[in-house]
């Protein structure tokens, strides 16, 4: 009786999906226009969007997507699958969590639910139902997303990947298996997009590839590793390459950091010409007192050779209510159509 009381609960519980909104449902430039003419942070947004518009109407820049935080189990999936479907970004570089536990988990088939109400956590425990503050995830669904990992990571050739490899054998698994068309995991295959996670083990992933080692080394045979390194030069590579480039990034942390140090790593390589990132826009709560990096400015990071203080702009605000305004405004203006895809992903076959 137990055991059935526990399965309605959880049912109850998990009965309200999260809905990804749709950026090309709706025009967000009239709102974003006014925007502009207010002060605070709605005129940040503003001049972060005509920052963005200015990326997508350079034909030499290359854009990168630059995601931290738990934006995409909260709804903005399907608006980051939007910009990499219409050449509105040329790279991404994330979080593990944002692209395994949110993105790839969804490609399975598995859903973000909405916390109508938030009993106990140890309630939620004995349930098998983890928290994202007001977003609820099934643990035993994430535990399949583990397992798939597993299953990818037995089927590679035993060398070092970098995490732009193995997300891309994600992909192409997602292709073959999956059960959502609307994937930046999937789409990011589809279209030669790298992906880079620098902390790629600090997800559901790491569960899965953890196994993978235990059980082929309990076997006394050789098994696949991941090479941060290889996931530095690979971006940096692409960095010298691409010339111009612009930073659409949302939260900090690694990803931030990661995608802005590629500047100082090729002038060690001793490509003294490599240009900074010419625009960047981020969009934060956090706290610059604090001295991280999360929180630290863009006029800050100009001071280490990264950014061009020129073209920049940061938005203190929660990304979920700012970004649908930001990619709609730029999706509806088009000037992402008369772009080129780059595939930089390609460029390592």
């Given at each position: ?215 082929r080394a309990k076997e006394g045979k050789p098994y696949m590793v991941l090479d941060a390194i290889a996931d530095f030069r690979e971006l940096t590579d692409i960095k010298i390459k691409a010339g111009v480039t612009g930073l659409l990034m949302i939260g900090g942390g690694v990803p931030k950091n990661f995608i802005q140090d590629t500047v100082v790593c090729a002038e060690i390589l001793g490509h003294d010409d490599v240009q900074v990132h010419k625009y960047a826009v981020q969009i934060t709560v956090a706290d610059v007192r604090d001295g991280a990096c ?56």
């Amino acid at each position: 009786m137990t055991e059935v009381l526990n399965t309605n609960r959880k049912a109850e519980l998990l009965s309200t999906t999260v809905e990804h909104i749709d950026i090309t449902k709706f025009d967000a430039r009239p709102i974003v226009d006014a925007m502009k003419k207010m002060s605070f942070t709605s005129r940040d947004l503003g001049r972060a969007t005509d920052i963005y518009n200015q990326m997508l109407a350079d034909k030499d820049c290359s854009i990168f997507l630059v995601i931290a935080g738990s934006t995409s189990a909260g709804g903005c999936m399907d608006l980051y699958a939007e910009l990499l479907r219409n050449k509105m970004i040329d790279g991404v570089v994330a979080t593990g969590a944002s692209i395994v536990d949110m993105d790839f988990f969804e490609g399975l088939g598995h859903k973000h639910y909405q916390a109508l109400e938030v009993p106990d956590d140890d309630t939620l425990r004995s349930l098998l139902i983890d928290r994202i503050y007001d977003t609820y995830i099934d643990e035993e669904q994430l535990q399949d997303c583990d397992h798939t990992i597993l299953e990818i990571a037995n089927s590679l050739e035993p060398r070092p990947y970098s995490s732009r490899e193995f997300i891309r054998e994600m992909g192409k698994y997602l292709v073959e298996n999956g059960k959502k068309e609307n994937s930046l995991v999937k789409l990011a295959y589809e279209h030669d997009v790298p992906i880079f996670c620098p902390a790629f083990v600090d997800s559901s992933a790491g569960f899965g590839l953890v196994k993978h080692q235990v059980d082929r080394a309990k076997e006394g045979k050789p098994y696949m590793v991941l090479d941060a390194i290889a996931d530095f030069r690979e971006l940096t590579d692409i960095k010298i390459k691409a010339g111009v480039t612009g930073l659409l990034m949302i939260g900090g942390g690694v990803p931030k950091n990661f995608i802005q140090d590629t500047v100082v790593c090729a002038e060690i390589l001793g490509h003294d010409d490599v240009q900074v990132h010419k625009y960047a826009v981020q969009i934060t709560v956090a706290d610059v007192r604090d001295g991280a990096c999360s929180s630290s400015t863009l006029q800050e990071a100009a001071s280490w050779g990264k950014v061009n203080t020129g073209i920049e702009q940061m938005v203190f605000a929660e990304a979920g209510s700012v970004m649908p305004l930001l990619a709609s405004d730029a999706y509806h203006r088009g000037l992402w159509k008369d772009r080129v895809k780059r595939r930089w992903g390609a460029s390592f076959d």
